[in-house]
């Protein structure tokens, strides 16, 4: 199974600062690397996935990168709605074993 | 709009099966370009993938839980289904059900809104 690990479990960011949030795969899982937000009581929401390819309304300032082992979410210029946890997804393996990462919560600063 | 909504009971008996099924609307099961997957999150605790289906039938579990897991599609009631055997109180969770964004790996686009299953005598 490939573990996911991120980093840090929670960051404070003040709204209108940068907030860079990590994610690490035991092995390479190529480009097969999804994040998700996720608010009190609402189910995940998808927000990039291949990586780097933002979801269907998504707003531009989400952005991800990596390839690999190592991903990085970037959220350019923080909106109060933007503090929620964060999950990456790795989706390499066939047959389908879909693993998260343990999360990272965003709070406010 | 694609909605997903989940439904069955909201407490189970240890030892008991958890049955649930999500119902799919604004759109088919049936399409050949999509999963259908339960996915799980114990309260306060992070995301399990529990397993996936397509509308022909074919099902990929997590091996963590393949012994207990069964999911099923009723394509005629554009639902899916799942049951989990031997249940403890481990697997007292939110349980959503959601849509694949294809029909290789890929990750989940379209979720309900969860419920809350509490295993407990």
């Known amino acids: 199974e490939i573990v996911m690990t991120q980093s840090p479990a929670t960051l404070s960011v003040s709204p209108g600062e940068r907030a860079t949030l990590s994610c690490r ?85 | 709009q694609l909605q997903l909504q989940e439904s069955g009971p909201g407490l189970v ?5 958890l049955s649930l099924t999500c119902t799919v609307s604004g759109g ?20 399990e993938w529990i397993g996936s289906i397509y509308y022909s039938g074919s099902t990929y579990y997590n091996p963590s839980l393949k012994s207990r897991v069964t999911i099923s599609v009723d394509t005629s009631k554009n639902q899916f289904s799942l049951k989990l055997s031997s249940v403890t ?18 990750p989940t686009d379209y979720w309900g809104q969860g419920t809350l299953v509490t295993v407990s005598s």
Do not use: M
């Open chain 2, 28 to 47: 088919s099961i049936s399409s050949s370009s999509y999963y259908w997957g339960w996915i799980r999150q114990p309260p306060g605790k992070g995301l």
């Open chain 2, 13 to 17: 008996k240890p030892s008991e099966t």
């Open chain 2, 89 to 106: 109180a481990a697997d007292t969770a939110v349980y959503y059900c959601a849509r694949h964004l294809g029909v290789v790996t890929a």
């Open chain 1, 25 to 109: 795969a035991s092995q390479s899982v190529s480009s097969n690397l999804a994040w998700y937000q996720q608010k009190p009581g609402q189910a995940p929401r998808l927000l990039i996935y291949g990586a780097s390819t933002r979801a269907t309304g998504i707003p531009a300032r989400f952005s991800g990168s990596g390839s690999g082992t190592e991903f990085t979410l970037t959220i350019s210029s923080l909106q109060s709605e933007d503090f929620a946890v964060y999950y990456c997804q790795q989706y390499n393996n066939w047959p389908p074993l879909y693993t998260f990462g343990q999360g990272t919560k965003l709070e406010i600063k």
